[in-house]
Protein backbone atom coordinates (compact mmCIF):
# COMPACT_ATOMS: atom_id res chain seq x y z
CA UNK A 1 0.00 0.00 0.00
CA UNK A 2 3.22 2.76 1.04
CA UNK A 3 4.13 1.38 -2.53
CA UNK A 4 1.40 2.36 -4.04
CA UNK A 5 1.02 5.77 -2.14
CA UNK A 6 4.30 6.66 -3.46
CA UNK A 7 3.66 6.16 -6.56
CA UNK A 8 0.66 7.92 -7.28
CA UNK A 9 2.16 10.84 -5.10
CA UNK A 10 4.69 10.73 -7.73
CA UNK A 11 2.06 10.48 -10.55
CA UNK A 12 -0.06 13.06 -9.42
CA UNK A 13 1.94 15.72 -7.25
CA UNK A 14 0.18 18.38 -5.39
CA UNK A 15 1.82 21.62 -6.17
CA UNK A 16 1.56 24.06 -2.83
CA UNK A 17 -0.56 27.20 -2.76
CA UNK A 18 2.43 28.96 -2.29
CA UNK A 19 3.98 28.35 -4.99
CA UNK A 20 1.27 28.91 -7.08
CA UNK A 21 0.41 32.13 -5.64
CA UNK A 22 4.30 32.89 -6.24
CA UNK A 23 3.75 32.65 -10.05
CA UNK A 24 1.42 35.81 -9.85
CA UNK A 25 -1.47 33.99 -10.62
CA UNK A 26 -4.17 35.27 -8.34
CA UNK A 27 -7.15 33.00 -7.61
CA UNK A 28 -10.32 34.13 -7.04
CA UNK A 29 -12.50 33.84 -3.72
CA UNK A 30 -14.74 30.89 -5.69
CA UNK A 31 -11.98 29.01 -6.29
CA UNK A 32 -9.74 29.36 -3.53
CA UNK A 33 -12.51 28.44 -1.37
CA UNK A 34 -14.26 25.69 -3.59
CA UNK A 35 -15.11 23.35 -0.85
CA UNK A 36 -13.24 19.81 -1.02
CA UNK A 37 -15.79 18.02 1.12
CA UNK A 38 -19.58 17.38 1.78
CA UNK A 39 -18.48 18.83 5.39
CA UNK A 40 -17.88 22.06 3.40
CA UNK A 41 -21.01 22.21 1.48
CA UNK A 42 -23.62 24.89 2.70
CA UNK A 43 -27.22 25.01 2.67
CA UNK A 44 -27.63 21.12 0.80
CA UNK A 45 -28.19 19.12 4.62
CA UNK A 46 -30.80 17.10 2.74
CA UNK A 47 -28.62 15.86 -0.12
CA UNK A 48 -25.81 15.05 2.31
CA UNK A 49 -27.80 13.42 4.87
CA UNK A 50 -29.14 11.04 1.99
CA UNK A 51 -25.37 10.09 0.22
CA UNK A 52 -24.46 9.80 3.72
CA UNK A 53 -27.14 7.32 4.62
CA UNK A 54 -26.38 5.52 1.14
CA UNK A 55 -22.52 5.50 1.31
CA UNK A 56 -22.80 3.31 4.80
CA UNK A 57 -25.46 0.75 3.55
CA UNK A 58 -23.49 0.74 0.74
CA UNK A 59 -26.37 1.37 -1.45
CA UNK A 60 -24.41 3.60 -4.05
CA UNK A 61 -25.65 4.51 -7.06
CA UNK A 62 -24.64 4.23 -10.86
CA UNK A 63 -25.69 7.35 -11.91
CA UNK A 64 -26.57 10.71 -10.59
CA UNK A 65 -28.46 13.74 -11.78
CA UNK A 66 -27.97 17.03 -9.89
CA UNK A 67 -29.92 20.43 -10.86
CA UNK A 68 -30.56 23.66 -9.19
CA UNK A 69 -29.81 27.05 -10.36
CA UNK A 70 -26.19 28.81 -11.41
CA UNK A 71 -23.44 28.57 -8.59
CA UNK A 72 -25.68 26.56 -5.95
CA UNK A 73 -22.79 23.79 -6.21
CA UNK A 74 -23.14 21.16 -8.50
CA UNK A 75 -20.01 20.60 -10.44
CA UNK A 76 -18.43 21.12 -7.22
CA UNK A 77 -20.53 18.75 -5.48
CA UNK A 78 -19.55 15.97 -8.47
CA UNK A 79 -16.03 16.41 -7.71
CA UNK A 80 -16.65 15.41 -4.41
CA UNK A 81 -18.38 12.41 -5.43
CA UNK A 82 -15.82 11.40 -7.60
CA UNK A 83 -13.26 12.05 -4.35
CA UNK A 84 -16.06 9.75 -2.32
CA UNK A 85 -15.85 7.14 -4.88
CA UNK A 86 -12.82 6.88 -4.68
CA UNK A 87 -11.03 7.32 -1.72
CA UNK A 88 -7.99 5.28 -0.92
CA UNK A 89 -5.93 6.55 2.54
CA UNK A 90 -2.86 4.42 3.81
CA UNK A 91 -2.35 3.93 7.24
CA UNK A 92 0.10 5.92 8.80
CA UNK A 93 1.02 7.24 12.14
CA UNK A 94 -1.46 5.05 14.07
CA UNK A 95 -4.12 6.20 11.35
CA UNK A 96 -6.05 3.09 9.94
CA UNK A 97 -6.39 2.10 6.06
CA UNK A 98 -9.29 3.24 4.53
CA UNK A 99 -10.01 1.26 1.11
CA UNK A 100 -13.82 2.23 0.75
CA UNK A 101 -16.37 4.36 -0.57
CA UNK A 102 -16.65 7.09 2.21
CA UNK A 103 -17.97 10.66 2.55
CA UNK A 104 -16.06 11.67 5.85
CA UNK A 105 -12.55 12.29 4.02
CA UNK A 106 -11.17 14.37 6.73
CA UNK A 107 -7.72 14.21 5.11
CA UNK A 108 -6.49 14.16 1.40
CA UNK A 109 -6.17 10.53 -0.03
CA UNK A 110 -4.30 9.14 -2.73
CA UNK A 111 -6.34 10.47 -5.81
CA UNK A 112 -8.12 13.06 -3.87
CA UNK A 113 -5.61 16.10 -4.96
CA UNK A 114 -5.66 14.83 -8.69
CA UNK A 115 -9.12 14.71 -8.80
CA UNK A 116 -10.08 18.22 -6.80
CA UNK A 117 -7.29 19.67 -9.61
CA UNK A 118 -9.62 18.09 -12.19
CA UNK A 119 -6.16 16.16 -13.82
CA UNK A 120 -7.13 12.12 -12.71
CA UNK A 121 -7.09 10.08 -15.77
CA UNK A 122 -10.39 7.87 -14.34
CA UNK A 123 -12.12 11.28 -13.65
CA UNK A 124 -13.29 12.53 -16.70
CA UNK A 125 -15.08 15.86 -16.87
CA UNK A 126 -17.38 16.96 -20.37
CA UNK A 127 -19.03 20.37 -20.73
CA UNK A 128 -22.09 19.29 -22.85
CA UNK A 129 -22.15 22.59 -24.08
CA UNK A 130 -19.60 22.33 -26.50
CA UNK A 131 -19.33 18.38 -26.76
CA UNK A 132 -23.26 18.14 -27.62
CA UNK A 133 -23.24 14.94 -30.20
CA UNK A 134 -23.62 11.24 -30.91
CA UNK A 135 -20.17 11.25 -31.59
CA UNK A 136 -18.90 12.54 -28.64
CA UNK A 137 -20.90 10.04 -26.17
CA UNK A 138 -19.92 7.48 -28.51
CA UNK A 139 -16.39 7.53 -27.05
CA UNK A 140 -17.55 7.73 -23.60
CA UNK A 141 -19.24 4.65 -24.07
CA UNK A 142 -16.14 3.01 -26.38
CA UNK A 143 -13.81 3.91 -23.35
CA UNK A 144 -16.13 2.73 -20.24
CA UNK A 145 -15.50 -0.94 -21.83
CA UNK A 146 -11.86 -0.43 -19.84
CA UNK A 147 -11.21 -0.62 -16.42
CA UNK A 148 -9.88 2.38 -14.59
CA UNK A 149 -6.27 3.20 -14.71
CA UNK A 150 -5.11 3.81 -11.20
CA UNK A 151 -8.36 4.88 -9.24
CA UNK A 152 -11.65 1.95 -7.81
CA UNK A 153 -13.95 3.40 -10.27
CA UNK A 154 -13.81 5.56 -13.43
CA UNK A 155 -16.17 8.25 -13.30
CA UNK A 156 -17.81 10.62 -16.12
CA UNK A 157 -18.51 14.22 -15.33
CA UNK A 158 -21.30 15.73 -17.39
CA UNK A 159 -21.82 19.04 -16.90
CA UNK A 160 -25.06 20.97 -19.01
CA UNK A 161 -26.39 17.90 -19.92
CA UNK A 162 -29.19 18.74 -21.24
CA UNK A 163 -27.59 20.71 -23.94
CA UNK A 164 -26.83 16.75 -25.59
CA UNK A 165 -28.44 16.05 -28.80
CA UNK A 166 -31.50 13.92 -28.63
CA UNK A 167 -28.99 11.21 -30.45
CA UNK A 168 -26.35 12.15 -28.02
CA UNK A 169 -28.89 11.44 -25.35
CA UNK A 170 -30.54 8.08 -26.98
CA UNK A 171 -26.78 6.89 -27.60
CA UNK A 172 -26.26 6.66 -23.81
CA UNK A 173 -29.29 4.82 -22.61
CA UNK A 174 -28.28 1.43 -22.81
CA UNK A 175 -25.03 2.51 -21.19
CA UNK A 176 -26.61 4.32 -18.04
CA UNK A 177 -29.01 1.90 -17.58
CA UNK A 178 -26.62 -0.91 -17.39
CA UNK A 179 -22.85 0.19 -17.10
CA UNK A 180 -20.22 -2.18 -15.86
CA UNK A 181 -19.48 -1.88 -12.31
CA UNK A 182 -16.17 -0.21 -12.66
CA UNK A 183 -18.37 2.95 -14.12
CA UNK A 184 -19.92 6.03 -12.41
CA UNK A 185 -22.07 8.81 -14.08
CA UNK A 186 -22.68 12.28 -12.61
CA UNK A 187 -24.88 15.00 -14.90
CA UNK A 188 -25.29 18.12 -13.85
CA UNK A 189 -27.76 20.84 -14.92
CA UNK A 190 -29.62 24.09 -14.61
CA UNK A 191 -32.21 23.00 -17.01
CA UNK A 192 -34.04 19.95 -15.65
CA UNK A 193 -37.00 19.89 -17.43
CA UNK A 194 -34.73 19.81 -21.00
CA UNK A 195 -33.32 16.43 -19.92
CA UNK A 196 -35.50 13.43 -21.21
CA UNK A 197 -37.54 11.45 -18.67
CA UNK A 198 -35.87 8.33 -20.09
CA UNK A 199 -32.59 9.72 -18.65
CA UNK A 200 -34.11 11.00 -15.47
CA UNK A 201 -35.74 7.82 -14.98
CA UNK A 202 -32.55 6.19 -14.74
CA UNK A 203 -30.60 8.06 -12.31
CA UNK A 204 -30.73 9.77 -8.35
CA UNK A 205 -31.85 12.89 -8.74
CA UNK A 206 -30.91 15.61 -6.37
CA UNK A 207 -32.12 19.38 -6.37
CA UNK A 208 -29.73 21.32 -4.65
CA UNK A 209 -31.48 24.32 -3.05
CA UNK A 210 -30.83 28.25 -3.45
CA UNK A 211 -28.82 29.14 -0.17
CA UNK A 212 -30.79 30.98 2.81
CA UNK A 213 -29.56 34.81 2.92
CA UNK A 214 -28.93 34.58 6.12
CA UNK A 215 -26.46 31.37 6.05
CA UNK A 216 -24.98 33.03 2.88
CA UNK A 217 -24.01 36.00 4.89
CA UNK A 218 -21.96 33.54 7.93
CA UNK A 219 -20.35 31.90 5.39
CA UNK A 220 -18.99 35.38 3.84
CA UNK A 221 -18.30 36.57 7.40
CA UNK A 222 -15.72 33.27 7.86
CA UNK A 223 -14.14 34.16 4.64
CA UNK A 224 -13.44 37.94 5.39
CA UNK A 225 -11.99 36.87 8.61
CA UNK A 226 -9.54 34.10 7.04
CA UNK A 227 -8.83 37.07 4.35
CA UNK A 228 -8.30 39.09 7.07
CA UNK A 229 -11.20 41.82 5.30
CA UNK A 230 -12.80 44.62 7.20
CA UNK A 231 -16.74 44.54 5.98
CA UNK A 232 -19.78 45.62 7.66
CA UNK A 233 -22.21 43.45 8.69
CA UNK A 234 -24.84 45.35 6.24
CA UNK A 235 -23.15 45.54 3.03
CA UNK A 236 -22.45 41.13 3.60
CA UNK A 237 -26.05 41.07 4.04
CA UNK A 238 -26.51 43.45 0.77
CA UNK A 239 -23.64 40.85 -1.11
CA UNK A 240 -25.76 37.81 0.10
CA UNK A 241 -29.25 39.27 -1.29
CA UNK A 242 -27.75 40.29 -4.60
CA UNK A 243 -26.55 36.85 -4.64
CA UNK A 244 -30.23 35.52 -4.99
CA UNK A 245 -29.08 31.93 -3.34
CA UNK A 246 -26.17 31.48 -5.27
CA UNK A 247 -22.77 30.90 -3.03
CA UNK A 248 -20.40 31.31 -6.47
CA UNK A 249 -22.34 34.74 -7.05
CA UNK A 250 -21.98 35.52 -3.92
CA UNK A 251 -18.02 35.26 -3.70
CA UNK A 252 -17.58 37.01 -7.09
CA UNK A 253 -19.48 40.30 -5.86
CA UNK A 254 -17.62 39.89 -2.46
CA UNK A 255 -14.32 39.64 -4.88
CA UNK A 256 -15.34 42.71 -6.85
CA UNK A 257 -16.57 44.71 -3.01
CA UNK A 258 -13.42 43.91 -1.30
CA UNK A 259 -11.46 45.46 -4.67
CA UNK A 260 -13.86 48.56 -4.24
CA UNK A 261 -12.80 48.74 -1.10
CA UNK A 262 -9.65 49.02 -1.48
CA UNK A 263 -10.02 51.92 -4.10
CA UNK A 264 -11.93 53.89 -2.10
CA UNK A 265 -8.68 54.07 0.69
CA UNK A 266 -8.69 50.98 2.80
CA UNK A 267 -10.46 50.43 6.36
CA UNK A 268 -13.85 48.56 6.87
CA UNK A 269 -16.24 48.38 3.36
CA UNK A 270 -19.10 50.07 4.40
CA UNK A 271 -22.50 49.38 3.22
CA UNK A 272 -22.91 52.84 1.55
CA UNK A 273 -19.75 52.30 -0.89
CA UNK A 274 -21.21 49.03 -1.91
CA UNK A 275 -24.23 50.21 -2.67
CA UNK A 276 -23.20 52.09 -5.27
CA UNK A 277 -20.85 49.73 -6.46
CA UNK A 278 -23.96 47.54 -6.71
CA UNK A 279 -26.80 49.93 -8.01
CA UNK A 280 -28.78 49.39 -5.69
CA UNK A 281 -31.01 51.67 -4.08
CA UNK A 282 -30.39 53.09 -0.14
CA UNK A 283 -32.94 50.81 1.93
CA UNK A 284 -34.13 53.37 4.54
CA UNK A 285 -34.92 55.40 1.55
CA UNK A 286 -36.55 52.67 -0.18
CA UNK A 287 -38.55 52.51 2.69
CA UNK A 288 -39.42 56.18 3.10
CA UNK A 289 -40.49 55.53 -0.86
CA UNK A 290 -42.93 52.87 0.38
CA UNK A 291 -44.57 54.81 3.54
CA UNK A 292 -45.54 58.20 1.04
CA UNK A 293 -46.89 55.86 -1.49
CA UNK A 294 -49.03 54.06 0.54
CA UNK A 295 -50.08 57.59 2.55
CA UNK A 296 -50.82 58.60 -1.22
CA UNK A 297 -48.60 61.52 -0.55
CA UNK A 298 -47.48 61.04 -4.75
CA UNK A 299 -45.20 64.58 -4.83
CA UNK A 300 -42.79 63.13 -2.01
CA UNK A 301 -42.81 59.51 -3.62
CA UNK A 302 -41.70 61.55 -7.00
CA UNK A 303 -38.93 63.43 -5.18
CA UNK A 304 -37.53 60.52 -3.67
CA UNK A 305 -37.67 58.80 -7.10
CA UNK A 306 -36.09 61.26 -8.55
CA UNK A 307 -33.57 61.57 -5.50
CA UNK A 308 -32.91 57.61 -5.92
CA UNK A 309 -32.18 58.11 -9.59
CA UNK A 310 -29.35 60.75 -8.93
CA UNK A 311 -27.80 58.95 -7.12
CA UNK A 312 -26.80 55.99 -9.30
CA UNK A 313 -30.22 54.04 -8.59
CA UNK A 314 -31.31 52.18 -11.62
CA UNK A 315 -35.38 52.36 -11.23
CA UNK A 316 -36.48 49.39 -11.83
CA UNK A 317 -33.99 48.15 -9.28
CA UNK A 318 -35.96 50.48 -7.32
CA UNK A 319 -39.43 49.22 -7.68
CA UNK A 320 -38.20 45.83 -7.42
CA UNK A 321 -36.83 46.79 -3.56
CA UNK A 322 -40.01 48.59 -2.81
CA UNK A 323 -41.83 45.16 -4.31
CA UNK A 324 -39.79 43.12 -1.73
CA UNK A 325 -40.21 45.49 0.92
CA UNK A 326 -44.22 44.83 0.12
CA UNK A 327 -43.67 41.27 0.74
CA UNK A 328 -41.51 41.88 3.99
CA UNK A 329 -44.80 43.52 5.66
CA UNK A 330 -46.89 40.87 4.22
CA UNK A 331 -44.93 38.29 5.97
CA UNK A 332 -44.74 40.33 8.98
CA UNK A 333 -48.96 40.43 9.06
CA UNK A 334 -49.75 37.05 8.14
CA UNK A 335 -46.21 35.44 9.75
CA UNK A 336 -44.62 37.73 12.36
CA UNK A 337 -41.88 35.19 13.29
CA UNK A 338 -40.13 36.31 9.92
CA UNK A 339 -38.61 39.27 11.63
CA UNK A 340 -36.58 37.05 13.74
CA UNK A 341 -34.55 36.17 9.97
CA UNK A 342 -30.85 37.11 10.08
CA UNK A 343 -31.19 38.80 6.83
CA UNK A 344 -33.38 41.78 7.63
CA UNK A 345 -31.33 44.91 9.15
CA UNK A 346 -32.77 46.57 12.33
CA UNK A 347 -34.57 49.43 10.58
CA UNK A 348 -36.24 46.63 8.11
CA UNK A 349 -37.56 44.88 11.29
CA UNK A 350 -38.76 48.30 13.17
CA UNK A 351 -40.31 50.11 10.22
CA UNK A 352 -41.39 46.90 8.74
CA UNK A 353 -43.29 45.70 11.54
CA UNK A 354 -45.02 49.19 12.06
CA UNK A 355 -46.48 48.87 8.60
CA UNK A 356 -47.79 46.00 9.09
CA UNK A 357 -49.67 46.92 12.05
CA UNK A 358 -51.41 49.81 9.98
CA UNK A 359 -52.07 48.73 6.05
CA UNK A 360 -54.45 46.27 5.47
CA UNK A 361 -54.06 42.53 3.24
CA UNK A 362 -55.50 43.65 0.89
CA UNK A 363 -53.54 47.06 0.25
CA UNK A 364 -50.62 45.45 0.42
CA UNK A 365 -51.32 43.02 -2.05
CA UNK A 366 -52.92 45.68 -4.79
CA UNK A 367 -49.69 47.29 -4.13
CA UNK A 368 -47.30 44.11 -4.41
CA UNK A 369 -49.45 43.44 -7.87
CA UNK A 370 -48.75 46.95 -9.31
CA UNK A 371 -45.27 46.72 -8.78
CA UNK A 372 -44.34 43.76 -10.12
CA UNK A 373 -46.72 44.49 -13.01
CA UNK A 374 -44.18 47.74 -13.34
CA UNK A 375 -41.12 45.98 -12.84
CA UNK A 376 -42.15 43.83 -15.71
CA UNK A 377 -43.03 47.14 -17.58
CA UNK A 378 -39.58 49.02 -17.26
CA UNK A 379 -37.82 45.97 -18.70
CA UNK A 380 -38.60 47.11 -21.98
CA UNK A 381 -39.54 50.97 -21.42
CA UNK A 382 -37.52 53.16 -23.54
CA UNK A 383 -38.01 56.27 -20.60
CA UNK A 384 -37.57 54.09 -17.45
CA UNK A 385 -37.71 56.57 -14.98
CA UNK A 386 -40.96 58.23 -16.60
CA UNK A 387 -42.36 54.51 -16.19
CA UNK A 388 -41.19 54.64 -12.72
CA UNK A 389 -43.04 57.56 -12.07
CA UNK A 390 -45.94 56.43 -13.66
CA UNK A 391 -46.11 53.14 -11.55
CA UNK A 392 -45.70 55.18 -8.45
CA UNK A 393 -49.06 57.15 -9.00
CA UNK A 394 -50.81 54.32 -9.97
CA UNK A 395 -49.65 52.93 -6.59
CA UNK A 396 -50.33 56.31 -4.43
CA UNK A 397 -53.50 56.19 -6.20
CA UNK A 398 -54.57 52.25 -5.31
CA UNK A 399 -53.29 53.42 -2.02
CA UNK A 400 -56.34 55.79 -1.58
CA UNK A 401 -58.92 53.94 -3.43
CA UNK A 402 -61.55 52.70 -0.68
CA UNK A 403 -62.54 49.02 -0.45
CA UNK A 404 -65.90 48.09 -1.45
CA UNK A 405 -67.25 47.78 2.13
CA UNK A 406 -66.04 51.21 2.63
CA UNK A 407 -67.21 52.39 -0.70
CA UNK A 408 -70.69 51.37 0.01
CA UNK A 409 -70.56 52.55 3.41
CA UNK A 410 -69.26 55.81 1.91
CA UNK A 411 -72.51 55.89 -0.64
CA UNK A 412 -75.00 54.85 2.95
CA UNK A 413 -75.58 51.79 1.84
CA UNK A 414 -75.18 49.05 4.26
CA UNK A 415 -73.14 48.41 7.20
CA UNK A 416 -69.39 47.93 8.17
CA UNK A 417 -68.58 43.68 8.20
CA UNK A 418 -68.52 42.85 11.95
CA UNK A 419 -65.25 41.01 12.63
CA UNK A 420 -65.06 37.43 12.26
CA UNK A 421 -67.66 34.97 14.66
CA UNK A 422 -69.39 38.47 15.66
CA UNK A 423 -72.83 39.17 14.97
CA UNK A 424 -74.05 42.26 13.22
CA UNK A 425 -75.77 44.52 15.61
CA UNK A 426 -78.68 44.85 13.56
CA UNK A 427 -79.97 42.82 10.10
CA UNK A 428 -79.35 44.57 7.20
CA UNK A 429 -82.35 46.88 5.58
CA UNK A 430 -84.55 44.65 3.70
CA UNK A 431 -84.69 45.98 -0.37
CA UNK A 432 -86.46 43.84 -3.06
CA UNK A 433 -84.12 41.74 -5.26
CA UNK A 434 -84.50 42.72 -8.93
CA UNK A 435 -86.51 40.87 -10.57
CA UNK A 436 -85.05 38.25 -12.93
CA UNK A 437 -87.38 37.25 -15.69
CA UNK A 438 -86.85 34.41 -17.98
CA UNK A 439 -88.73 33.55 -21.04
CA UNK A 440 -90.55 30.49 -21.24
CA UNK A 441 -88.82 28.13 -23.70
CA UNK A 442 -90.20 26.91 -26.90
CA UNK A 443 -92.31 23.65 -26.95
CA UNK A 444 -90.08 20.76 -26.77
CA UNK A 445 -86.95 22.62 -25.92
CA UNK A 446 -84.84 21.37 -23.00
CA UNK A 447 -86.39 23.30 -19.88
CA UNK A 448 -83.03 23.83 -18.36
CA UNK A 449 -79.53 23.23 -17.40
CA UNK A 450 -80.29 21.46 -14.25
CA UNK A 451 -77.90 19.83 -11.68
CA UNK A 452 -76.22 16.48 -12.59
CA UNK A 453 -78.49 13.83 -11.45
CA UNK A 454 -77.02 10.34 -9.84
CA UNK A 455 -75.69 8.55 -12.59
CA UNK A 456 -78.46 6.36 -14.72
CA UNK A 457 -78.22 2.30 -14.65
CA UNK A 458 -79.30 0.53 -17.58
CA UNK A 459 -83.02 0.97 -18.35
CA UNK A 460 -83.54 4.31 -16.56
CA UNK A 461 -85.59 6.91 -18.03
CA UNK A 462 -84.29 10.84 -18.27
CA UNK A 463 -86.89 13.35 -17.44
CA UNK A 464 -85.79 15.47 -20.43
CA UNK A 465 -82.76 16.53 -22.56
CA UNK A 466 -80.91 18.36 -20.11
CA UNK A 467 -80.79 15.27 -17.52
CA UNK A 468 -79.74 13.45 -20.79
CA UNK A 469 -76.31 15.98 -21.31
CA UNK A 470 -75.58 15.71 -17.52
CA UNK A 471 -75.62 11.77 -17.54
CA UNK A 472 -73.29 12.23 -20.67
CA UNK A 473 -71.29 14.51 -18.45
CA UNK A 474 -70.89 11.63 -15.63
CA UNK A 475 -69.88 9.80 -17.68
CA UNK A 476 -66.59 11.60 -18.68
CA UNK A 477 -67.56 12.50 -22.52
CA UNK A 478 -66.72 16.08 -22.32
CA UNK A 479 -66.36 15.53 -26.32
CA UNK A 480 -70.08 14.60 -26.85
CA UNK A 481 -71.06 16.61 -23.89
CA UNK A 482 -70.12 20.12 -25.35
CA UNK A 483 -71.42 18.78 -28.73
CA UNK A 484 -74.81 18.83 -27.19
CA UNK A 485 -74.85 21.83 -25.44
CA UNK A 486 -73.63 24.07 -28.69
CA UNK A 487 -74.73 21.96 -31.69
CA UNK A 488 -78.27 20.32 -30.78
CA UNK A 489 -81.32 22.82 -31.68
CA UNK A 490 -84.28 20.01 -30.46
CA UNK A 491 -87.30 19.67 -32.04
CA UNK A 492 -88.58 16.58 -30.27
CA UNK A 493 -87.35 14.72 -27.15
CA UNK A 494 -89.05 11.14 -25.57
CA UNK A 495 -87.39 8.23 -23.89
CA UNK A 496 -85.78 6.10 -26.53
CA UNK A 497 -86.34 8.76 -29.33
CA UNK A 498 -84.66 12.54 -29.71
CA UNK A 499 -84.97 14.35 -33.05
CA UNK A 500 -83.72 18.07 -33.43
CA UNK A 501 -81.64 20.59 -36.20
CA UNK A 502 -78.01 20.41 -35.99
CA UNK A 503 -76.27 23.73 -35.59
CA UNK A 504 -74.06 25.88 -38.51
CA UNK A 505 -70.78 24.21 -37.79
CA UNK A 506 -72.58 20.77 -36.05
CA UNK A 507 -70.94 17.40 -37.02
CA UNK A 508 -73.48 15.16 -38.97
CA UNK A 509 -71.90 12.28 -37.19
CA UNK A 510 -73.56 13.45 -34.37
CA UNK A 511 -76.46 11.65 -34.13
CA UNK A 512 -74.96 8.34 -35.12
CA UNK A 513 -72.26 8.75 -32.31
CA UNK A 514 -74.99 10.01 -29.86
CA UNK A 515 -77.13 6.94 -30.73
CA UNK A 516 -73.91 4.65 -30.10
CA UNK A 517 -72.88 6.15 -26.38
CA UNK A 518 -77.00 5.98 -25.00
CA UNK A 519 -77.43 2.41 -26.42
CA UNK A 520 -73.55 1.37 -24.40
CA UNK A 521 -74.34 3.24 -21.15
CA UNK A 522 -77.90 2.32 -20.93
CA UNK A 523 -78.73 -1.02 -22.38
CA UNK A 524 -81.33 0.46 -24.09
CA UNK A 525 -81.62 1.25 -27.47
CA UNK A 526 -82.26 5.05 -28.79
CA UNK A 527 -83.39 6.17 -32.32
CA UNK A 528 -82.08 9.70 -32.92
CA UNK A 529 -82.90 11.11 -36.03
CA UNK A 530 -82.14 14.70 -37.58
CA UNK A 531 -84.81 17.58 -38.52
CA UNK A 532 -84.55 20.21 -41.47
CA UNK A 533 -85.51 23.07 -39.86
CA UNK A 534 -87.99 23.84 -36.46
CA UNK A 535 -85.80 23.28 -33.30
CA UNK A 536 -85.06 25.15 -30.19
CA UNK A 537 -82.13 27.38 -28.93
CA UNK A 538 -79.18 24.92 -28.33
CA UNK A 539 -78.35 24.86 -24.11
CA UNK A 540 -75.70 27.15 -24.46
CA UNK A 541 -77.77 29.59 -26.29
CA UNK A 542 -80.49 29.32 -23.55
CA UNK A 543 -77.94 29.88 -20.79
CA UNK A 544 -76.64 32.68 -22.68
CA UNK A 545 -79.89 33.91 -22.64
CA UNK A 546 -80.70 34.08 -19.22
CA UNK A 547 -77.31 35.54 -18.60
CA UNK A 548 -77.77 38.77 -20.21
CA UNK A 549 -81.27 38.83 -18.46
CA UNK A 550 -79.76 38.02 -14.96
CA UNK A 551 -77.26 41.30 -16.04
CA UNK A 552 -79.89 43.48 -17.62
CA UNK A 553 -81.92 43.35 -14.32
CA UNK A 554 -78.57 43.55 -11.89
CA UNK A 555 -77.97 46.85 -14.09
CA UNK A 556 -81.18 48.60 -13.49
CA UNK A 557 -80.68 48.66 -9.79
CA UNK A 558 -80.42 51.52 -7.75
CA UNK A 559 -77.40 51.04 -5.76
CA UNK A 560 -75.68 49.33 -8.57
CA UNK A 561 -76.17 52.12 -10.99
CA UNK A 562 -75.10 54.36 -8.09
CA UNK A 563 -71.53 52.69 -7.79
CA UNK A 564 -71.06 52.69 -11.58
CA UNK A 565 -71.85 56.44 -11.64
CA UNK A 566 -69.69 56.76 -8.79
CA UNK A 567 -66.72 54.40 -10.12
CA UNK A 568 -66.28 55.74 -13.70
CA UNK A 569 -65.08 52.79 -15.98
CA UNK A 570 -66.01 49.89 -13.67
CA UNK A 571 -67.45 46.81 -14.83
CA UNK A 572 -69.90 43.99 -13.79
CA UNK A 573 -68.06 40.76 -14.20
CA UNK A 574 -69.73 38.61 -11.76
CA UNK A 575 -73.92 37.88 -11.15
CA UNK A 576 -74.63 35.82 -8.11
CA UNK A 577 -77.70 35.27 -6.15
CA UNK A 578 -78.92 36.25 -2.86
CA UNK A 579 -76.99 32.71 -0.96
CA UNK A 580 -77.64 34.21 3.02
CA UNK A 581 -79.36 37.41 4.60
CA UNK A 582 -76.27 38.79 5.62
CA UNK A 583 -75.12 39.36 1.77
CA UNK A 584 -76.13 43.23 0.47
CA UNK A 585 -79.62 44.26 -0.52
CA UNK A 586 -79.68 43.85 -3.98
CA UNK A 587 -79.43 40.41 -4.22
CA UNK A 588 -76.14 40.54 -6.07
CA UNK A 589 -72.81 41.90 -6.27
CA UNK A 590 -70.28 43.61 -7.91
CA UNK A 591 -66.87 41.81 -8.36
CA UNK A 592 -63.29 44.47 -8.82
CA UNK A 593 -59.80 42.84 -10.29
CA UNK A 594 -57.88 44.34 -7.22
CA UNK A 595 -54.65 42.76 -9.41
CA UNK A 596 -55.40 45.52 -12.55
CA UNK A 597 -56.75 48.70 -11.60
CA UNK A 598 -58.39 51.01 -14.02
CA UNK A 599 -55.98 53.95 -15.03
CA UNK A 600 -58.51 56.22 -15.10
CA UNK A 601 -58.82 56.03 -11.10
Known amino acids: MDDEH ?84 PAADGRPAVDRPTIHMDALGVH ?72 KFIF ?121 HDGGGDPGQVLLELAEFTHLVTRLKLAPGAERSSALTEEERRRGGAAAQTLSVSALTRAFQILMKAVDELRFSPRPLASADMALVRLTHAAEMPSPEEALRKLGFGQPRPPDGARPLAPAPERPAPALSLAPSPQGAARSLAAPRPEASAGVAFADFAALVAFVGEKRDMQLKMALE ?25 PQQLMQRLQEWTGTRWLVALAPSGGAPTLSEQAATRKQEERSGVESDPLVAAIMARFPGAEIVAVRGREAPETQASGAELAYDDGEPDESW
Open 6 to 89: SRDAALFPAEPQEKREARGAYRVLARKYRPSGFADLIGQEPMVRTLENAFQLNRIHQAYLLTGVRGVGKTTTARILARAFNYEL
Open 112 to 183: CQAIIDSRHPDVLEMDAASHTGIDDIREIIENARYRPVMARVKVYIVDEVHMLSKAAFNGLLKTLEEPPEHV
Open 188 to 308: ATTEIDKVPVTVRSRCQRFDLRRIDAGLLAGHLRKICDLESVAIEDEALAMVARAAEGSARDALSLLDQAIAHGAAQGGGAIAAEDLRHMLGVADKSRVIDLFEAAMKGDIATALALLQEQ
Open 486 to 510: TDVRLVRFEQGRIEFELAPGGSTRL
